[in-house]
T-cell receptor
Framework: DAKTTQPPSMDCAEGRAANLPCNHS???????VYWYRQIHSQGPQYIIH???NNETNEMASLIITEDRKSSTLILPHATLRDTAVYYC???????????FGTGTRLQVFP | DAGVIQSPRHEVTEMGQEVTLRCKPI?????LFWYRQTMMRGLELLIY????????DSGMPEDRFSAKMPNASFSTLKIQPSEPRDSAVYFC????????????FGPGTRLTVL
């Protein structure tokens, strides 16, 4: 599986957009980009995934560059409850495995 | 929907004892995953099942660990004998089918081996 690189930590003011970057420069054509997050002491939670088009759901937006070597997860209006570790994962479509890296610890402050 | 259910939520045991962790996946899901999370190693996949059959157990650390899924609604992860280095949070997750679907995680079992 392609590996991902994320900044270890980020801060964001409440109400502002949080933009979390992820590098996956060795991604293959059949690999999807997934985002999960883990709020303290809870199990990871699925956020969004995409292949090459930008995606949006009720939680977030996912912007994937045209060359697919990087992506950005956008939380449009961050709240204190969005404080968590965010994991960017590259996963082959037919492969069940989720390989978690170290993620980005997002701290949302008032 | 109750989500993925794990029991116990906390377990404290002494070195050498047998530990059994339990998981009930979401009804209708046919893939089940066991993960372990520690500060040192992060979140690691131990084993996963599809339709009650183990598909990949390459993440199981050693023979002291074993997992079973006797039916679609129940799985166990057993450690025998337990060691202090097994102390971790163990998560169970399930998904609807193999491939491109989200995994739903349980609340985890925090295991402490003294």
């Amino acid at each position: 599986d392609a590996k991902t690189t994320q900044p270890p930590s980020m801060d964001c003011a409440e109400g502002r957009a949080a933009n979390l970057p992820c590098n996956h420069s060795t991604i293959s054509g059949n690999e999807y980009v997934y985002w999960y997050r883990q709020i303290h002491s809870q199990g990871p939670q699925y956020i969004i995934h995409g292949l090459k088009n930008n995606e949006t759901n009720e939680m977030a937006s996912l912007i994937i560059t045209e060359d697919r070597k990087s992506s950005t997860l956008i939380l449009p209006h961050a709240t204190l409850r969005d404080t968590a570790v965010y994991y960017c994962i590259v996963r082959v479509s037919f492969d069940d495995k989720l390989i978690f890296g170290t993620g980005t610890r997002l701290q949302v402050f008032p | 929907d109750a989500g993925v259910i794990q029991s116990p939520r906390h377990e404290v045991t002494e070195m050498g004892q047998e530990v059994t962790l339990r998981c009930k996946p979401i009804s209708g899901h046919n893939s089940l995953f066991w993960y372990r999370q520690t500060m040192m190693r992060g979140l690691e996949l131990l084993i996963y099942f599809n339709n009650n059959v183990p598909i990949d157990d390459s993440g199981m650390p050693e023979d002291r660990f074993s997992a079973k899924m006797p039916n679609a609604s129940f799985s166990t992860l057993k450690i025998q004998p337990s060691e202090p280095r097994d102390s971790a949070v163990y998560f169970c997750a399930s998904s609807q089918q193999r491939g491109n679907n989200e995994q739903f995680f349980g609340p985890g079992t925090r295991l402490t081996v003294l």
